[in-house]
């Protein structure tokens, strides 16, 4: 297998935008491009993540419609669905394109489109991503899911609301070195815990908020990478499922799928979680944080709660995560998360992140989960 | 090929007269709810309906407060996995106790919930 590396990122300002999500990502992929110093025309593929498309704008078949717009119509395109982590399937797609020697240049991205639409009927299209026969009839929502998590998790490891409301802090805190974030304001412990009650026991400050954006990188070949300043080499890069139904999850404090991907990634980069000096993951709500650090290794089974309370996982801390301020300050449009991770890991990695910068870091990783927790990818990144 | 000994449509035609259905496996014992075609445990396709007790305790829950446009009218409202007797587990909506009452380990039984759509979904109240 080829080595594969990303030498492209660029990703929209995340929040409130009056643009269709194909031109969201038009625009960070115009960036990308331009940041990987390749042409438009050197492009073979493009993997795109976008996921309700279909419901806000009445727009399937987003694929050759994002490339389109773009102004590539005729490279092969395939639009990737895997809820929330819809562009980090796409981006797994692409690293084995070039890693099996199929093609040398792919371009990767989503983006998503859902301000257009009020609040309940969003709410109501994000369930779509759970059962529609055992579990929509029952008025479950996404906050709902991670709220069962949560009341595990409180239940078997003692977690107080107090240790998810430092998660958000942390990510607002980060959030605001962020000039793309969609909320670039420090937040305090009160304001969590005072926020109202969404799903008990997560309030709207557990909670990342609805956004529209686009993100793309570029990945490339060896051969191809080489000539590029900085690339950044893809270590590996891994899918987990899981049930879909929260009935069948035997143990709702942890995700499996996060523990398998993991494990996977891990074995295929040949590193552990100790190597990792930099993590984007999924905080879809703060509780999803704690656990997905328990998932990946960076803390005990239980300790997610007490690291984050700490301040392990803050910037300048023993393993920063979610420098880029996470889903829950930088945004969350979903189709574009997992492309919009990649590209902060890459920034970090090329030490271009600025005030966020984490000093040094020379190995990150991503990981994205989707829905239900039926979903999970993680992918390790390293610089030469 | 044999017929599937329990389809999600007659899951929820017997559920509607009170009764919930789980199956077991013929080959390893392993029971499952809702059907599957095959079993996650040994991969046969040699499952008989098992009639449950509809009693479990509530293993998490959660209010909503904001929900889905279908449901709005109906919030705040209680959703539970429920770990029933027989160790399979289910999502349903808690009906019948009051919200502050909620804890795990409460135990619950099962009742069936008519929508106005007139379908049938999993609901639990009180034992």
Same mark, same amino acid.
């Given at each position: 297998?080829?080595?594969?590396?990303?030498?492209?990122?660029?990703?929209?300002?995340?929040?409130?935008?009056?643009?269709?999500?194909?031109?969201?990502?038009?625009?960070?992929?115009?960036?990308?491009?331009?940041?990987?110093?390749?042409?438009?025309?050197?492009?073979?593929?493009?993997?795109?993540?976008?996921?309700?498309?279909?419901?806000?704008?009445?727009?399937?078949?987003?694929?050759?419609?994002?490339?389109?717009?773009?102004?590539?119509?005729?490279?092969?395109?395939?639009?990737?669905?895997?809820?929330?982590?819809?562009?980090?399937?796409?981006?797994?797609?692409?690293?084995?394109?070039?890693?099996?020697?199929?093609?040398?240049?792919?371009?990767?991205?989503?983006?998503?489109?859902?301000?257009?639409?009020?609040?309940?009927?969003?709410?109501?299209?994000?369930?779509?991503?759970?059962?529609?026969?055992?579990?929509?009839?029952?008025?479950?929502?996404?906050?709902?899911?991670?709220?069962?998590?949560?009341?595990?998790?409180?239940?078997?490891?003692?977690?107080?609301?107090?240790?998810?409301?430092?998660?958000?802090?942390?990510?607002?805190?980060?959030?605001?070195?962020?000039?793309?974030?969609?909320?670039?304001?420090?937040?305090?412990?009160?304001?969590?815990?005072?926020?109202?009650?969404?799903?008990?026991?997560?309030?709207?400050?557990?909670?990342?908020?609805? $956004?529209?954006?686009?993100?793309?990188?570029?990945?490339?070949?060896?051969?191809?990478?080489?000539?590029?300043?900085?690339?950044?080499?893809?270590?590996?890069?891994?899918?987990?499922?899981?049930?879909?139904?929260?009935?069948?999850?035997?143990?709702? $404090?942890?995700?499996?799928?996060?523990?398998?991907?993991?494990?996977?990634?891990?074995?295929?980069?040949?590193?552990?979680?100790?190597?990792?000096?930099?993590?984007?993951?999924?905080?879809?709500?703060?509780?999803?944080?704690?656990?997905?650090?328990?998932?990946?290794?960076?803390?005990?089974?239980?300790?997610?709660?007490?690291?984050?309370?700490?301040?392990?996982?803050?910037?300048?801390?023993?393993?920063?995560?979610?420098?880029?301020?996470?889903?829950?300050?930088?945004?969350?449009?979903?189709?574009?998360?997992?492309?919009?991770?990649?590209?902060?890991?890459?920034?970090?990695?090329?030490?271009?992140?600025?005030?966020?910068?984490?000093?040094?870091?020379?190995?990150?990783?991503?990981?994205?989960?989707?829905?239900?927790?039926?979903?999970?990818?993680?992918?390790?990144?390293?610089?030469? | 090929?044999?017929?599937?000994?329990?389809?999600?449509?007659?899951?929820?035609?017997?559920? #509607?007269?009170?009764?919930?259905?789980?199956?077991?496996?013929?080959?390893?014992?392993?029971?499952?709810?809702?059907?599957?075609?095959?079993?996650?445990?040994?991969?046969?396709?040699?499952?008989?309906?098992?009639?449950?007790?509809?009693?479990?305790?509530?293993?998490?829950?959660?209010?909503?407060?904001?929900?889905?446009?279908?449901?709005?009218?109906?919030?705040?409202?209680?959703?539970?996995?429920?770990?029933?007797?027989?160790?399979?587990?289910?999502?349903? #909506?808690?009906?019948?106790?009051?919200?502050?009452?909620?804890?795990?380990?409460?135990?619950? #039984?099962?009742?069936?919930?008519?929508?106005?759509?007139?379908?049938?979904?999993?609901?639990?109240?009180?034992?």
């Amino acid at each position: 297998m080829r080595r594969v590396a990303v030498i492209g990122v660029g990703v929209t300002k995340f929040g409130l935008h009056d643009r269709t999500s194909a031109e969201l990502f038009a625009e960070a992929a115009r960036d990308a491009l331009t940041d990987a110093g390749v042409s438009a025309g050197a492009v073979q593929a493009l993997y795109y993540g976008n996921v309700v498309g279909g419901e806000t704008e009445h727009q399937l078949h987003t694929g050759p419609q994002a490339a389109s717009v773009l102004g590539i119509p005729s490279v092969p395109t395939t639009r990737f669905e895997t809820a929330c982590a819809s562009s980090h399937a796409a981006f797994r797609h692409a690293v084995m394109e070039i890693a099996a020697g199929v093609s040398d240049v792919i371009l990767v991205g989503g983006a998503e489109r859902v301000l257009n639409v009020s609040t309940a009927e969003s709410t109501e299209y994000f369930a779509y991503a759970s059962d529609a026969v055992w579990e929509q009839p029952l008025g479950l929502t996404f906050p709902g899911v991670f709220a069962l998590i949560a009341r595990a998790h409180m239940q078997k490891h003692g977690t107080t609301e107090a240790q998810m409301a430092a998660v958000a802090v942390k990510n607002h805190r980060h959030g605001a070195l962020n000039p793309k974030a969609q909320f670039q304001k420090p937040i305090t412990i009160e304001q969590v815990l005072k926020s109202a009650y969404v799903a008990d026991p997560l309030k709207l400050f557990d909670c990342c908020p609805f $956004s529209d954006g686009g993100a793309a990188v570029v990945l490339a070949s060896e051969e191809v990478a080489r000539k590029h300043r900085k690339p950044v080499w893809v270590l590996g890069s891994a899918a987990a499922s899981d049930w879909m139904l929260l009935g069948d999850k035997r143990d709702l $404090s942890r995700v499996p799928a996060t523990e398998r991907a993991a494990a996977a990634a891990y074995r295929q980069a040949g590193i552990g979680p100790s190597d990792v000096d930099v993590v984007e993951l999924h905080d879809c709500f703060t509780i999803a944080e704690i656990v997905a650090t328990e998932g990946l290794g960076l803390f005990e089974p239980g300790a997610g709660g007490r690291a984050a309370e700490k301040g392990l996982t803050g910037l300048g801390g023993e393993i920063p995560v979610n420098p880029s301020g996470g889903l829950k300050a930088k945004g969350h449009p979903i189709g574009a998360t997992g492309a919009a991770q990649v590209a902060e890991i890459v920034t970090q990695l090329r030490s271009e992140a600025g005030p966020r910068q984490v000093e040094g870091a020379r190995k990150g990783l991503t990981h994205t989960l989707g829905g239900n927790t039926a979903t999970v990818l993680v992918s390790l990144f390293g610089r030469d | 090929m044999t017929e599937p000994a329990v389809t999600a449509r007659a899951f929820f035609e017997k559920a #509607r007269g009170g009764q919930l259905t789980a199956i077991r496996c013929g080959s390893c014992g392993e029971l499952a709810m809702p059907p599957k075609e095959l079993c996650p445990n040994c991969h046969a396709h040699q499952w008989q309906p098992v009639a449950l007790t509809g009693d479990g305790t509530i293993a998490s829950f959660t209010v909503i407060r904001v929900a889905p446009r279908a449901h709005a009218a109906d919030v705040p409202y209680a959703v539970a996995v429920v770990r029933l007797k027989e160790g399979v587990s289910v999502l349903g #909506r808690i009906v019948d106790i009051p919200l502050e009452k909620l804890a795990i380990g409460l135990a619950v #039984r099962f009742r069936p919930l008519i929508g106005k759509d007139l379908t049938t979904s999993v609901g639990f109240g009180p034992t």
